[in-house]
């Protein structure tokens, strides 16, 4: 089930280290940063991949989907989140840090921030609890939703 992002769930984001970008074409980890006091998100999808036209998609921090929006970056800011990425994940291995702060990587920055469910989100939601509420227990992977700080150690 989806909530909504409130500032506060945004904020408690960066003390995650990491996230999932969940969207209609694929869930994939984000490694986060605040910067200037706006948080940001890298990830290796491209951005139609965790967004829809609008650029609405999800969040999942602690097992919950959040509803955020997810906006392309200016270009000249790529340099500057690339410093602050370097500061945040640093005591990571080189070649990590050095995949984060790759140009491929500035391309697929994106700027979070909050925002409402839609009713149609709110009523796919709920059939989704439904369903789940009356269905078969699935099976675990045992892996666990929270990704570690330094993605593949």
Same mark, same amino acid.
């Given at each position: 089930?989806?909530?909504?992002?409130?500032?506060? #769930?945004?904020?408690?984001?960066?003390?995650? $280290?990491?996230?999932?970008?969940?969207?209609?074409?694929?869930? @994939?980890?984000?490694?986060? @940063?605040? %910067?200037d006091g706006a948080l940001?998100?890298?990830?290796? !999808?491209?951005?139609?991949?965790?967004?829809?036209?609008?650029?609405?998609?999800?969040?999942?921090?602690?097992?919950?989907?959040?509803?955020?929006?997810? =906006?392309?970056?200016?270009?000249?800011?790529?340099?500057?989140? #690339?410093? +602050?990425?370097?500061?945040?994940?640093?005591?990571?291995?080189? /070649?990590?840090? #050095?995949?984060?702060?790759? #140009?491929? !990587?500035? +391309?697929?920055? %994106?700027? @979070?921030? =909050?925002? =409402?469910? =839609?009713? $149609? /989100?709110r009523a796919a939601d !709920?059939?989704?609890?439904?369903?789940?509420?009356?269905?078969?227990?699935?099976?675990?992977?045992?892996?666990?939703?929270?990704?570690?700080?330094?993605? $593949?150690?």
């Amino acid at each position: 089930m989806t909530t909504t992002a409130t500032e506060k #769930d945004l904020g408690r984001l960066p003390l995650a $280290g990491t996230a999932r970008l969940v969207g209609p074409g694929a869930s @994939v980890g984000a490694w986060l @940063v605040r %910067f200037d006091g706006a948080l940001y998100a890298r990830s290796a !999808a491209p951005r139609s991949a965790v967004v829809d036209r609008r650029g609405r998609g999800r969040m999942r921090m602690d097992g919950q989907d959040h509803a955020v929006v997810l =906006s392309e970056v200016a270009p000249e800011m790529h340099e500057l989140l #690339d410093d +602050a990425y370097r500061a945040r994940y640093g005591r990571c291995r080189p /070649e990590q840090v #050095d995949a984060m702060v790759s #140009d491929d !990587a500035a +391309a697929a920055t %994106f700027l @979070v921030r =909050s925002r =409402s469910l =839609s009713w $149609g /989100e709110r009523a796919a939601d !709920a059939v989704a609890a439904w369903r789940e509420r009356f269905s078969a227990p699935a099976a675990s992977t045992g892996r666990g939703d929270a990704p570690c700080p330094c993605p $593949g150690s």
